[in-house]
T-cell receptor
């Protein structure tokens, strides 16, 4: 069963706007990752945030983690049409085997 | 050059046929994984292997088998394909030599399998 659940399932915005997607999970985690998937292609790792971290940045990406609420958010600033993709969170549960469990994803469409 | 390759990229087959999907990697990673992706269901783990002599079932292994022929090769077989195995299949690797990055997975381009 999925550990992480992304919200919203779909998001449609205009180029230049910010895109925010959220991930909620159920059990304690060691870390949480975000991946991107262009249509029909393999997933690409974006960023990993550890359970003792609250915020990380990578270029136009900002990830936050709130372990008390068991949730994370991915913010893409100044979005571009090329950001159109599906975004997945993946959690590594505490005591697990270091294999991330993927959510169902958020489909982001950025209109030029 | 792709680090994780999958063959074939597309396959259409009939119910009852045996199918093998192959994965090769040049990243030198010990860990390899097979996932299937269905619309609206995200990725589900079928099998994984932490080294050549290690094979483990994932969340949805029924109807599938795997073979780890070498560190670089991990094959997925459907012994008798059925229509509900129609899906996008991904191979992935991860590097346990770097503890801080053991969770990061590197994906192949996927194989789109259709079972009629």
């Amino acid at each position: 069963s999925q550990q992480g659940e992304e919200d919203p399932q779909a998001l449609s915005i205009q180029e230049g706007e910010n895109a925010t997607m959220n991930c909620s999970y159920k059990t304690s985690i060691n870390n949480l990752q975000w991946y991107r998937q262009n249509s029909g292609r393999g997933l690409v790792h974006l960023i990993l945030i550890r359970s003792n971290e609250r915020e990380k940045h990578s270029g136009r990406l900002r990830v936050t983690l709130d372990t008390s609420k068991k949730s994370s958010s991915l913010l893409i600033t100044a979005s571009r049409a090329a950001d159109t993709a599906s975004y997945f969170c993946a959690t590594d549960a505490t005591g697990g085997s270091y294999i991330p469990t993927f959510g169902r994803g958020t489909s982001l469409i950025v209109h030029p | 050059d792709a680090d994780v390759t999958q063959t074939p990229r597309n396959r259409i087959t009939k119910t009852g046929k045996r199918i093998m999907l192959e994965c090769s990697q040049t990243k030198g990673h010990d860990r390899m994984y097979w996932y299937r992706q269905d619309p609206g269901l995200g990725l589900r783990l079928i099998y994984y292997s932490f080294d050549v002599k290690d094979i483990n079932k994932g969340e949805i292994s029924d109807g599938y088998s795997v073979s780890r022929q070498a560190q670089a090769k991990f094959s997925l077989s459907l012994e008798s394909a059925i229509p509900n195995q129609t899906a996008l299949y991904f191979c992935a690797t991860s590097d346990n030599a770097v503890p801080s990055r053991v969770n990061e997975q590197f994906f192949g381009p996927g194989t789109r399998l259709t079972v009629l």
